[in-house]
């Protein structure tokens, strides 16, 4: 381990985090980053090495959800013991936090991981390539507040790239978009700008998308478990929880597990950004409340018939748009003051 400055600096540790510690540190409290949520208990690494933690009660007191408990990249007040079980008593204000709604019938946000610089977009160029997904995901980014960078996998076995390219950057046109085969290692050298001291990169897929074995490229081992083909073509899905792996040469990354759906949460925002296309039409419309349907002088619905917009495209807005509304009435409801005394929500713009 080196030493307390370099180990905060090589995980991305800033002023603003130096602003946020001050007061637990005068309490006796030191910085970590979470790298492991298992069940109820964390695994976190500090200046001395790694210890398992828990979760103090004044955060779990204060919770309104999940989302207000400690998830993998977030940076905490901690005290570490010099054996034993380390204690979280506080959660740091978070740079950027990938939420969705947690899988199942539950109402509740789930925190992905947290503190991140970019998010990995990877789609196999093969049957799992899906541009609705795709945007779903680039929603997802946005709200974040993490840079999103999108990776078409499995180069090797794609016979229509132009096809593939021109059906990304009609939904993604202003990120990066990178090409690459973790199996015969193409492209991949271009993703290692993403990488390095400072950074927290973490990957976003389906599953048996290729995450694992991208993440074993760049790092240049076999920390993560990968599967082979299966009879149809596609991977098996071998990462079951998320971490973050510590790189020796700095920087960290964070595999996650394939997602079978992402629900999105509270992202209005991000699907302003997602389909700026969409929003610069609707700044041309006749009314500012125009819904973009039947109104009179409705520049996205002239966009349709002039089939500058595609149906599909707009159809795809409409549906995550309803999915935001539905999501918002129960949040309504919860009172203003709370919202505020949120523990680690603050978002920076």
């Keep these: 381990m080196t030493d307390a400055a370099d180990w905060k600096t090589n995980l991305g540790w800033g002023p603003d985090f130096d602003a946020a510690i001050a007061p637990h540190a ?93 998010l990995m977009l990877v789609m196999g160029l093969d049957m799992d390539f899906n541009p609705r997904r795709l945007e779903r995901y680039l929603t997802l980014s946005w709200e974040s507040n993490a840079k999103p960078v999108v990776i078409l996998n499995k180069a090797d076995v794609c016979d229509d790239l132009p096809f593939f390219l021109d059906e990304t950057k009609a939904v993604a046109p202003e990120v990066p978009i990178h090409v690459v085969s973790a199996l015969d290692g193409q492209g991949l050298d271009e993703l290692r700008q993403y990488v390095g001291p400072g950074k927290t990169t973490a990957f976003l897929g389906s599953s048996g998308v290729g995450k694992s074995t991208l993440v074993n490229r760049i790092i240049g081992g076999g920390q993560q478990r990968t599967g082979e083909l299966k009879d149809d073509g596609k991977g098996k899905h071998t990462t079951t929880s998320r971490e973050l792996i510590v790189l020796p040469t700095g920087g960290a990354l964070i595999d996650n597990p394939g997602l079978r759906e992402v629900q999105l949460w509270d992202a209005d925002e991000g699907l302003t950004k997602a389909f700026d296309d969409i929003t610069a039409l609707a700044e041309g419309c006749r009314f500012s409340d125009c819904r973009h349907q039947q109104e009179p002088g409705c520049a996205v619905q002239q966009a349709l018939q002039d089939e500058t917009l595609a149906d599909d495209r707009y159809e795809a807005w409409r549906q995550l748009q309803r999915e935001l509304e539905a999501r918002a009435k129960p949040q309504r409801q919860i009172p203003e003051t709370k919202r505020r005394d949120r523990v680690g929500h603050g978002k920076r713009r």
């Excluded at 993998?72 to 950027?96: F, K, N, Q, T």
């Design 26 to 118: 005068a309490k006796g409290l030191e910085p970590a980053r979470v790298i492991l949520v298992y069940r109820k208990q964390l695994r976190v690494i500090s200046k001395r090495g790694e210890h398992w933690a828990r979760t103090g009660g004044r955060i779990l007191h204060k919770a309104e959800s999940a989302e207000d408990h400690p998830a993998v990249g977030d940076w905490v007040a901690a005290r570490i013991p010099e054996e034993g079980e380390a204690l979280v008593y506080a959660l740091l204000p978070r740079r950027s936090s990938i939420v969705r709604k947690v899988a199942g019938t539950q109402n509740q946000p789930q925190v992905i991981a947290a503190n991140i610089d970019f």
